[in-house]
C-alpha cells in the first residue's frame, strides 16, 4: 500500500493511478517586473494565473515546491454545488439570497472546468454525475427533508430518491443532486499550466517566497530577488501574509481518504456523502480494465489535536467494506482543509493590505470550486470589472450569525496555550523511537525531538513561529503540526504550510 503525502509532495503524481507529470520550471534567480505576481501553484493560483495571462496580463507565478504540491496535491476533487456546511446553515447564516449565489458560484466553477478542459482539448476524464446525500441511519444528525426542503430555497436542483444506485448498500431514502461531477486534477492542471505558459505565463518552483511589501508597486520577496508587480495574489492556501485577522476566521482540519480497488462497473458511477459531522464522501476514478478505484475521505479532526492516522485510515476502510465490493487498498492519505466560520471561502482583498493584494483562503473543503471560483473572481477585481460575488467572499466580512462557530473555534484555540504549562509527552529523548516523534520539557521551554528511521534524532524548538503555540507530532505525515492556525513543518522543521512562512527554530543552548 502506499502513502501518498503532501509532505512528500512529487511532481509525478500517482495517486487514482494515473501518472501526470505537471511542466517542470526553474527556480527564480533574477529580479523581475510584471502586471500581477501569483504566489501558490495550486488550483487557486494557477486558475486565476490563466485567466490573466489570457486576458494579456503580465503573470508571474512563484511556488516553493514543484506546481501542484499543496492541498491540491491530495484533493480528491469531487465538484459539487451542494455547499459542505449544509444549506440549512447556509441559510442561517446567510439568508436565502447570498445561499442562492453561493450554490451559483460552484456552479459556475464546475461550468468553467467543463468549458475549459474543452475548449484546451485537456482530456482530464471529466464527468458529469450524480450526487446523493445518504442518511448515516443511527448517527443521523441531518433531518433530510430539511435539507430538501433547504436545496430548494437554495435554488439548487435536488430529488429525493427511496435508495441510492448501490448493489450492495442499502442507503434508504436519499437526496439526489443532479449534475455534479468529477475529474482528474492533475491532467487539468497540466492543461491548465501549458495554456497559461503559451500566454506569456511565467513560472518559477522552488521558489519561496519570504516576504510582500504591499505598496503602489508590490514587491515580492524570494530570497536575495525580488518581483516588482502592480498587484498580488496570494494563493497558498493559509495565506502567509496575513497574520492575524484571518486565521481568527478559519479553522485548520485534518482529513483523511483511502483508495480501493472495485471490480470495474460494480459501484454505479456517482458522487456519495453522509450525513455524519465529520462525513463520509466518496467516488470513484477509473483505474485500469477490470477494476475503478473507489476514494472513501472523511475522519476529520482538528489539525494538530490528534495523532491516530493509522486507526482513521483502518475505520475508513471498514466503514468502506461494509457496503461497497472493496478489494486491494492501494493508497492511503491525507491533507488539511481550512473551515471558515460560514462555509464560504475568503477571495479578494487582503484586509490588512492596500488594495492591489488579494488573497484565497478557508476552502471549507471545497477547494477546487473555491479555487475556480477564486479564478474568476479575483481576475475580474484585478481587471476593474464587476463580479456578483465580489461581497459574498470579501476577506474583510463578518456574518454575524455564524458568531457560534467563531467562538467555539477561538476558545478552541485559547485552550491550546496551555501546553506551554504541561510537562514534555516524554522525559527524555531516550524514550523516542526510531520513526517517531515527541515533545520534550526543558527547563521553560518545550523541544520538539524526532528520530529517523535510523535512529538520528533531530531537536527544533516546539514554538511555532506563527504566533507561538507548541507543534504536535503527525506520526502519519511524520510532520509537525501547530494545532492553532494550521502551520505544518517537516520532521526538520522546514515549514510546509502557512500562515507559518519560515521554519521551526533550532534549539537555543
Ligand atoms: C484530503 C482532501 C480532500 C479534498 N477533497 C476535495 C474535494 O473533493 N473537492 C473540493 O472542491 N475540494 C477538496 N479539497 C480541498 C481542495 O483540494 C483544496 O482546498 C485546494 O486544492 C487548495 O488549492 P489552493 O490552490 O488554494 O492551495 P494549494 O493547492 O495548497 O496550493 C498552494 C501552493 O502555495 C505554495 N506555497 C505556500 N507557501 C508558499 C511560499 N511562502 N512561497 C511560495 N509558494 C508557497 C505551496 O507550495 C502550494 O503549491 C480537499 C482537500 C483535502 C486535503
Ligand atoms: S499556526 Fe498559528 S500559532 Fe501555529
Same mark, same amino acid.
Given at each position: /500500500?502506499?502513502?501518498?503525502?503532501?509532505?512528500?509532495?512529487?511532481? !509525478?503524481?500517482?495517486?487514482?493511478?494515473?501518472?501526470?507529470?505537471?511542466?517542470? !520550471?526553474?527556480?527564480?534567480?533574477?529580479?523581475?517586473?510584471?502586471?500581477?505576481?501569483?504566489?501558490?501553484?495550486?488550483?487557486?493560483?494557477?486558475?486565476?494565473?490563466?485567466?490573466?495571462?489570457?486576458?494579456?496580463?503580465?503573470?508571474?507565478?512563484?511556488?516553493?515546491?514543484?506546481?501542484?504540491?499543496?492541498?491540491?496535491?491530495?484533493?480528491?476533487?469531487?465538484?459539487?454545488?451542494?455547499?459542505?456546511?449544509? &444549506?440549512?446553515?447556509?441559510?442561517?447564516?446567510?439568508?436565502?439570497?447570498?445561499?442562492?449565489?453561493?450554490?451559483?458560484?460552484?456552479?459556475?466553477?464546475?461550468?468553467?472546468?467543463?468549458? @475549459?478542459?474543452?475548449?484546451?482539448?485537456?482530456?482530464?476524464?471529466?464527468?458529469?454525475?450524480?450526487?446523493?446525500?445518504?442518511?448515516?441511519?443511527?448517527?443521523?444528525?441531518?433531518?433530510?427533508?430539511?435539507? &430538501?426542503?433547504?436545496?430548494?430555497?437554495?435554488?439548487?436542483?435536488?430529488?429525493?430518491?427511496?435508495?441510492?444506485?448501490?448493489?450492495?448498500?442499502?442507503?434508504?431514502?436519499?437526496? =439526489?443532486?443532479?449534475?455534479?461531477? =468529477? &475529474?482528474?486534477?492533475?491532467?487539468?492542471?497540466?492543461?491548465?499550466?501549458?495554456? &497559461?505558459?503559451?500566454?506569456?505565463?511565467?513560472?518559477?518552483?522552488?521558489?519561496?517566497?519570504?516576504?510582500?511589501?504591499?505598496? +503602489?508597486?508590490?514587491?515580492?520577496? %524570494?530570497?536575495?530577488?525580488?518581483?516588482?508587480?502592480?498587484?498580488?495574489?496570494?494563493?497558498?492556501?493559509?495565506?502567509?501574509?496575513?497574520?492575524?485577522?484571518?486565521?481568527?476566521?478559519?479553522?485548520?482540519?485534518? @482529513?483523511?481518504?483511502?483508495?480501493? =480497488?472495485?471490480?470495474?462497473?460494480?459501484?454505479?458511477?456517482?458522487?456519495?456523502?453522509?450525513?455524519?459531522?465529520?462525513?463520509?464522501?466518496?467516488?470513484?476514478?477509473?483505474?485500469?480494465?477490470?477494476?475503478?478505484?473507489?476514494?472513501?475521505?472523511?475522519?476529520?479532526?482538528?489539525?494538530?489535536?490528534?495523532?491516530?492516522?493509522?486507526?482513521?485510515?483502518?475505520?475508513?476502510?471498514?466503514?468502506? =467494506?461494509?457496503?461497497?465490493?472493496?478489494?486491494?487498498?492501494?493508497?492511503?492519505?491525507?491533507?488539511? #482543509?481550512?473551515?471558515? /466560520?460560514?462555509?464560504?471561502?475568503?477571495?479578494?482583498?487582503?484586509?490588512?493590505?492596500?488594495?492591489?493584494?488579494?488573497?484565497?483562503?478557508?476552502?471549507?473543503? /471545497?477547494?477546487?470550486?473555491?479555487?475556480?471560483?477564486?479564478?474568476?473572481?479575483?481576475?475580474?477585481?484585478?481587471?476593474?470589472?464587476?463580479?456578483?460575488?465580489?461581497?459574498?467572499?470579501?476577506?474583510?466580512?463578518?456574518?454575524?450569525?455564524?458568531?457560534?462557530?467563531?467562538?467555539?473555534?477561538?476558545?478552541?484555540?485559547?485552550?491550546?496555550?496551555?501546553?506551554?504549562?504541561?510537562?514534555?509527552?516524554?522525559?527524555?529523548?531516550?524514550?523516542?523511537?526510531?520513526?517517531?516523534?515527541?515533545? %520534550?520539557?526543558?527547563?521553560?521551554?518545550?523541544?520538539?525531538? #524526532?528520530?529517523?528511521?535510523?535512529?538520528?534524532?533531530?531537536?527544533?524548538?516546539?514554538? #511555532?513561529?506563527?504566533?507561538?503555540?507548541?507543534?504536535?507530532?503527525?506520526?502519519?505525515?511524520?510532520?509537525?503540526?501547530?494545532? #492553532?492556525?494550521?502551520?505544518?513543518?517537516?520532521?526538520?522543521? +522546514?515549514? %510546509?504550510?502557512?500562515?507559518?512562512?519560515?521554519?521551526?527554530?533550532?534549539?537555543? +543552548?
Amino acid at each position: /500500500m502506499e502513502r501518498v503525502s503532501p509532505i512528500a509532495a512529487a511532481e !509525478s503524481e500517482s495517486i487514482w493511478g494515473a501518472t501526470v507529470e505537471l511542466p517542470k !520550471s526553474r527556480r527564480l534567480t533574477t529580479d523581475l517586473e510584471c502586471d500581477v505576481c501569483i504566489i501558490g501553484g495550486g488550483i487557486s493560483g494557477l486558475t486565476t494565473g490563466y485567466l490573466l495571462a489570457k486576458a494579456g496580463k503580465r503573470v508571474v507565478l512563484l511556488d516553493d515546491g514543484p506546481l501542484a504540491s499543496g492541498m491540491t496535491h491530495v484533493t480528491t476533487a469531487h465538484l459539487s454545488n451542494v455547499i459542505d456546511d449544509r &444549506f440549512i446553515n447556509m441559510l442561517r447564516w446567510h439568508g436565502e439570497e447570498k445561499t442562492r449565489l453561493a450554490a451559483q458560484s460552484h456552479a459556475a466553477a464546475i461550468d468553467f472546468i467543463e468549458q @475549459t478542459s474543452q475548449e484546451l482539448h485537456i482530456e482530464c476524464d471529466f464527468q458529469r454525475l450524480d450526487g446523493y446525500l445518504i442518511s448515516a441511519g443511527e448517527d443521523e444528525e441531518v433531518d433530510l427533508d430539511e435539507e &430538501f426542503a433547504a436545496s430548494k430555497r437554495a435554488g439548487v436542483s435536488v430529488e429525493t430518491a427511496s435508495k441510492a444506485p448501490l448493489a450492495e448498500f442499502d442507503t434508504g431514502r436519499c437526496l =439526489r443532486f443532479p449534475q455534479q461531477a =468529477r &475529474f482528474h486534477p492533475f491532467k487539468y492542471l497540466d492543461g491548465l499550466v501549458k495554456a &497559461f505558459k503559451r500566454s506569456g505565463g511565467k513560472v518559477f518552483t522552488n521558489s519561496h517566497v519570504d516576504k510582500i511589501v504591499s505598496g +503602489e508597486t508590490a514587491k515580492v520577496h %524570494v530570497g536575495e530577488h525580488a518581483v516588482l508587480a502592480a498587484s498580488v495574489v496570494v494563493a497558498t492556501n493559509s495565506p502567509i501574509n496575513d497574520m492575524f485577522a484571518l486565521h481568527t476566521k478559519q479553522a485548520p482540519y485534518m @482529513t483523511y481518504v483511502v483508495g480501493a =480497488r472495485v471490480p470495474r462497473g460494480s459501484v454505479e458511477d456517482a458522487l456519495y456523502w453522509d450525513t455524519l459531522d465529520a462525513y463520509h464522501y466518496v467516488r470513484l476514478q477509473p483505474l485500469d480494465e477490470t477494476s475503478d478505484l473507489l476514494i472513501i475521505g472523511g475522519e476529520d479532526h482538528k489539525s494538530g489535536q490528534a495523532d491516530d492516522a493509522d486507526e482513521r485510515h483502518q475505520r475508513l476502510i471498514d466503514w468502506a =467494506r461494509e457496503r461497497f465490493p472493496v478489494g486491494e487498498v492501494e493508497f492511503t492519505w491525507g491533507g488539511q #482543509c481550512m473551515e471558515t /466560520m460560514d462555509g464560504l471561502a475568503f477571495i479578494g482583498r487582503n484586509p490588512l493590505d492596500q488594495d492591489n493584494v488579494y488573497v484565497v483562503t478557508g476552502d471549507s473543503g /471545497m477547494g477546487i470550486t473555491h479555487g475556480t471560483i477564486a479564478g474568476m473572481l479575483v481576475t475580474d477585481m484585478i481587471l476593474g470589472r464587476e463580479n456578483p460575488w465580489e461581497q459574498l467572499y470579501d476577506p474583510s466580512r463578518k456574518t454575524v450569525a455564524a458568531a457560534g462557530p467563531f467562538v467555539k473555534e477561538n476558545i478552541n484555540v485559547a485552550g491550546q496555550y496551555l501546553d506551554w504549562l504541561t510537562p514534555g509527552e516524554v522525559k527524555s529523548v531516550d524514550e523516542i523511537e526510531p520513526g517517531a516523534g515527541a515533545i %520534550v520539557r526543558r527547563g521553560m521551554t518545550k523541544i520538539a525531538a #524526532c528520530r529517523d528511521d535510523d535512529g538520528k534524532l533531530t531537536e527544533l524548538s516546539a514554538v #511555532c513561529p506563527h504566533l507561538g503555540c507548541v507543534v504536535h507530532w503527525n506520526n502519519a505525515e511524520r510532520s509537525w503540526d501547530c494545532p #492553532c492556525h494550521g502551520s505544518r513543518f517537516h520532521a526538520d522543521g +522546514e515549514v %510546509v504550510n502557512g500562515p507559518a512562512n519560515v521554519n521551526l527554530a533550532p534549539v537555543e +543552548e
